[in-house]
């Protein structure tokens, strides 16, 4: 592996002699890695700023009630 001087390479070898075949397998996952981690990233600076669960209207509405017995008490708790 080459690399500029000042350069740091990817990932070393420190023990055992991998194949070829096995340091491009290696560097295959490690990139796919990288490029899901900088996708997902982007994916979420897009998105904006994460919204507050304290925002959220949907979280204010509760169940409609249901008639019948004991539907007085069921009223006054939470679905």
């Given at each position: ?27 295959a ?14 994916a ?20 409609p ?15």
């Amino acid at each position: 592996m080459s690399s500029e001087p000042g350069e740091r390479p990817l990932f070393s070898v420190l023990s055992g002699r991998p194949s070829a075949e096995e340091l491009a397998a290696l560097t295959a996952v490690v990139a796919a890695k990288l490029a899901a981690r900088q996708r997902a990233a982007a994916a979420q600076e897009a998105a904006g700023p994460a919204r507050s669960a304290w925002l959220d209207r949907a979280a204010l509405t509760r169940a409609p009630l249901r008639p019948g017995p004991g539907a007085w008490r069921r009223s006054g708790r939470p679905a």
